[in-house]
């Protein structure tokens, strides 16, 4: 994460900090982090109002923002097995300087993904067509904005690893730009729906991201060593990687799901699509209130946090034994002292928002149900976002067997909260969600602290002296003793 780093020292180093750097630095934290986001809900908003999507009638309005909902919840859960394990070869791959096996990392982790991604996608469309009675031009689009959204996060993760964070904000610009237009096009020349327009361009707009993403990095990456094999064996030795993101992502849906279920609530189109639509809307506003969480994180990291972290790497590699504990402890102190200004910024951020939501949202008509659902699912996302970074504390110290076990605990404590849930009042329908994260962010936390106390354990009495290899066994024979008659005939 040292990319942003540098510039926010330069904005937040100097001693007298005016009003205005200070908002410079926090806006500009934020676009570098979250900005591609926020660039696809401008354009979405965007093609809402010119094409006049509130003229559209209720069922082709709820098919659109059904299948727009889940080509974006199914990539985010199809990417997240891989991308964790991929980050990891890859920093690797850059530490040792061999940038020629960066592409082989880049076409196995597309086959993975996309190929997990139709292992879901193509049964599900298939019952959309046949069962749901959808056009199959309209199925047929659908599939490809999500086969396209999933190489555009395939390729993000590269470009986020190599800090090229305005390359990527203005792939998602360009891209989106290209959606607006065209669906301009589709709809006013070739008399196109309105929501087949914005389907259509926005699946065009997603593969210009992607095709962008893939020649910039082919600008960075020239050549190809064709070591495919070594990839996969990280899968096979990081798999706890591979189920600490994959729960951590579920269990941002997994409560959805639940309340999908909900009879009373929920939303069935073509007997293919389910929603909850006050739940899934309550939960995207609170998502935005603590979004804030994971730019403090980053922010926190560049800044400060790394630069202790590689002051105790060198002092371990080269240092007396003093240099190493006082390394230790001021890295530990440091991280000690950002969780909790972490926790105290979020605070703030988090309840200034969450007034301002309960203040503005009712006015342009979000209110009732999803206003009462709203301030449990927040204080749930705010615990939820705090736990993540503590998440990553833990894979920055290599405790793969900690991130799997808040991971699982995370994901597993959700979705038994949430279905204790389904039959409390309105406002606790969130309980699961905060009950869940609290427990996560305890549990990473506790777990650092153990880390702590062991990390002298991690960095000096594992590995081996000996360098590993697959190869036939030697001899068990350590030498022969020869009789006299044979030593004279050998002689």
């Not at 009675?133 to 999933?150: E, H, K, R, S």
């Not at 202790?308 to 991280?335: C, H, N, P």
């Not at 990473?444 to 360098?467: K, M, P, T």
Request: charged fraction near 15%.
């Amino acid at each position: 994460m040292a990319g942003i780093g540098i510039r926010l020292n330069r904005i937040f180093g100097k001693e007298s900090q005016s009003l205005g750097r200070v908002i410079y630095g926090s806006v500009y934290s934020t676009l570098a982090t979250i900005a591609p986001m926020l660039l696809v809900i401008g354009a979405l908003l965007l093609m809402y109002v010119v094409l006049g999507f509130s003229t559209v009638g209720y069922f082709e309005r709820e098919l659109f923002a059904c299948t727009v909902l889940y080509v974006f919840i199914f990539s985010l859960i199809t990417a997240s097995p891989f991308n964790s394990v991929l980050s990891k070869y890859v920093g690797d791959r850059i530490f040792e300087e061999r940038y020629d096996d960066i592409l082989p990392c880049v076409y196995v982790g597309l086959a993975l993904h996309e190929s997990f991604a139709c292992l879901l996608g193509i049964p599900f469309c298939l019952w959309e067509y046949f069962v749901g009675g959808v056009d199959a031009y309209y199925v047929i689009t659908g599939f490809l904005a999500y086969a396209f959204l999933g190489l555009a996060f395939d390729f993000m993760l590269y470009l986020s690893i190599l800090k090229l964070y305005r390359q990527l904000s203005l792939f998602f610009f360009l891209g989106m730009l290209l959606t607006f237009l065209l669906s301009l096009l589709f709809r006013f020349v070739f008399r196109w729906s309105i929501t087949y327009s914005m389907l259509a361009a926005l699946a065009l707009g997603f593969f210009l991201i992607a095709v962008l993403e893939l020649g910039f990095l082919k600008t960075y990456f020239h050549d190809n060593s064709r070591c495919y094999r070594e990839v996969f064996g990280y899968f096979g030795t990081y798999w706890k990687l591979i189920l600490s993101n994959f729960f951590y992502v579920l269990g941002l849906f997994v409560h959805n799901f639940v309340f999908w279920t909900k009879e009373d609530m929920n939303l069935r189109l073509v007997d293919t699509f389910v929603c909850n639509q006050p739940y899934d809307m309550a939960s995207c506003i609170a998502m935005f209130t603590n979004i804030s969480a994971s730019v403090i994180f980053i922010a926190n990291v560049e800044m400060k946090f790394h630069a202790r972290y590689q002051a105790y790497t060198e002092a371990v590699l080269g240092g007396r034994l003093r240099d190493i504990r006082q390394a230790k402890s001021r890295m530990f102190r440091l991280l000690s002292e950002q969780v909790v200004r972490m926790v105290q910024l979020q605070f703030i951020v988090s309840v200034v928002l969450f007034l301002l939501c309960l203040i503005l949202l009712p006015r342009v008509g979000m209110s009732g149900l999803v206003m009462t659902i709203y301030p449990c699912m927040a204080a749930g996302y705010f615990a939820l976002f705090l736990m993540y970074s503590v998440m990553l504390y833990l894979q920055y110290f290599n405790d793969l067997t900690g991130c799997v076990l808040t991971g699982g605990l995370f994901c597993a404590a959700v979705l038994a909260g949430s279905i204790l849930c389904l039959q409390l009042p309105a406002y606790w329908y969130a309980l699961g969600v905060f009950a869940g994260s609290v427990l996560g962010f305890s549990f990473a936390y506790f777990r650092v602290r153990w880390v702590e106390r062991h990390l002298d354990e991690h960095i000096f009495c594992r590995g081996s002296l000996l360098q590993e290899k697959r190869e036939p066994m030697p001899s068990a024979a350590v030498y022969t003793w020869l009789s006299q008659e044979e030593d004279a005939h050998e002689a």
